[in-house]
């Protein structure tokens, strides 16, 4: 990284590429650091992609479609609703339960 004097002797050109660069090395940063993310959310799942799972006064069944990364150490996982006759629907949602209550296999 250049500092004040060496902006002055540095070309417009230099100073491009050295920041050409730098936002491809943030972007390498940025993909390994959500691949990461992914491999923690998955490792602390306690469902896996299929699972069927509700809670407590929920109305509905979920079929889980994903599992992302949660907020600080949480998982959150994805689905979609299933219908009356067991397939699932085409949308899928966010799955939420509240903190009061905990997703269990259905």
Known sequence: VCGPETR?????EAMS??????????G???????????QIADARAEFKIGDRVTYEGAKHVWQITAIGP??????????????????AGK?????????FTKLRLA
């Open 8 to 12: 002055k002797t540095m070309s417009i």
């Open 17 to 26: 590429a050295e920041l050409k660069e730098l936002d491809r090395q943030l």
């Open 28 to 38: 390498d940063l940025s993909k390994r650091q959500q691949e990461l993310r992914q």
């Open 70 to 87: 949660g907020y600080g150490s949480g998982v959150r996982y994805f689905g979609s609703k299933l219908k009356k006759d067991g397939t």
């Open 91 to 99: 949308s899928s949602y966010e799955i939420c339960a509240s903190s």
